[in-house]
């Protein structure tokens, strides 16, 4: 499967620990995504890396939410100090831009990582 | 008001029928317009993008409409195939990642 790949597929946690999830994307996608959907809503924009670099993040975003993507192949999503209010389903999607600058590029999910934080 | 609108249904529709639902956007200069299903916990595939002149894939035809600020999905001979969620997503400006808005989706529900 050359999909798009995430783990784990799920984390129960307790309220304050740290927990980390990867995203391996599709090999030749040069963006990455990172969103959080909550149940009945739309995926909710996070952040965005184009290669390694990290160009954009949404104010969702607090300073407790850190994501790498240090070779420009997989990425990570850190929370530190979780809090129930984390609790949701963390998605990560790749595309490829062909050299263009817009994002109209069709964007390829993985299966999503669901927090459960107690 | 929220930037994307839809209405969260479920439509309950019989097998074989038509069923359309539209998606309002609040940004007027909003720039490109698409169509993802979701599926029951599953992750969000692309359905179709939607052009200014409209365009058909099969059964499904996605409508743009500028002046009113909406866009719209029919789907003709409904299979039991097409229950899932659908989430309109409106990008706001092609040079931002950011500015692309996820609807909070319209759910399908296809009756033998």
């Known amino acids: 499967d050359t999909g798009v790949s995430q783990n784990p597929r799920h984390k129960i946690t307790k309220r304050g620990q740290n927990v980390t999830f990867r995203c391996d994307p599709i090999s030749e996608h040069n963006r990455l995504y990172w969103y959080r959907q909550t149940l009945g809503q739309g995926p909710e924009f996070l952040t965005y890396f184009q290669n390694e670099a990290q160009l954009e993040k949404s104010r969702l975003l607090s300073d407790r939410f850190s994501a790498e993507r240090p070779k420009g192949s997989f990425s990570t999503l850190e929370i530190q100090r979780t809090e129930q209010g984390d609790s949701a389903m963390y998605l990560c999607?790749?595309?490829?831009?062909f050299g263009q600058g817009t994002h109209t590029d069709t964007q390829y999910f993985g299966p999503g990582t669901r927090l459960t934080v107690l | 008001r929220k930037e994307v609108e839809q209405d969260p249904g479920p439509f309950n529709v019989p097998e074989g029928a038509t069923v359309a639902f539209n998606c309002t956007y609040s940004?007027?200069?909003?720039?490109?317009f698409f169509w993802y299903r979701q599926d029951c916990r599953k992750e969000p595939k692309l359905l179709m993008s939607v052009y200014s002149s409209g365009n058909e894939d099969g059964r499904f035809t996605a409508q743009l409409n500028r002046a009113s600020q909406y866009i719209s999905l029919l789907i003709r001979d409904s299979k039991l195939s097409d229950s899932a969620t659908y989430l309109c997503?409106?990008?706001?400006?092609?040079?931002?990642?950011?500015?692309?808005?996820f609807g909070s989706g319209t759910r399908l529900s296809i009756r033998p």
């Open positions: 999607a790749s595309s490829s831009d």
């Open positions: 997503v409106v990008n706001k400006e092609n040079s931002s990642a950011s500015k692309i808005i």
């Open positions: 940004n007027s200069a909003s720039q490109s």
